[in-house]
């Protein structure tokens, strides 16, 4: 990953939006309450740990354009353990089939399927496996559940959701 310490949140807060804070309860999709638009957090100087460790890919990668700059593209990027995450704006849940994002994520499925890499579109608490070839959307994806993908050598035909206690 290439460090691009030039790029700076600016008027950005859609990680506030879009991601869960688990240190104040808020869920994945609704707004932080310490957030105030075209001002950023209230609380900059004592937020939690987790929103200080936190930055999104368009902050760190200089590979990816302006254009995926979450206030413009309603799209704010990270990396899971086995992927990469798009989590759209709830207001905007179709922003990520929108050129030129559409095919930047279908080009990175389809290098995922040989690495094994998963990518994900999150919208709330829904989940959308894309694949080179497809999308499974797998509707409403709680904690305690994981995503299994069928295989067919390196390509994804398939993905269910299981109970985490089941897979252990």
Not at 47 to 70: Q, T
């Amino acid at each position: 990953m290439n460090v691009a310490s030039s790029r700076s949140c600016g008027e950005c807060t859609l990680c506030c939006k879009v991601m869960a804070i688990e240190t104040l309860t808020k869920p994945a999709g609704s707004w932080c309450t310490h957030c105030r638009s075209g001002q950023g957090c209230l609380i900059h100087a004592e937020r939690p740990a987790e929103c200080r460790a936190y930055s999104c890919l368009w902050l760190v990668d200089d590979r990816l354009g302006p254009h995926w700059k979450p206030s413009k593209s309603r799209l704010v990027l990270t990396t899971s353990e086995d992927g990469i995450e798009i989590r759209c704006d709830p207001g905007f849940p179709e922003a990520w089939r929108k050129e030129p994002y559409r095919s930047q994520i279908r080009q990175w499925a389809a290098s995922g399927e040989t690495h094994d890499v998963t990518v994900l579109i999150v919208i709330g608490e829904r989940m959308i496996l894309v694949t080179e070839e497809q999308e499974f959307d797998l509707g409403i994806v709680r904690p305690d559940q994981r995503i299994v993908r069928e295989l067919e050598g390196t390509r994804c035909v398939g993905a269910t959701l299981v109970e985490a206690s089941e897979l252990e």
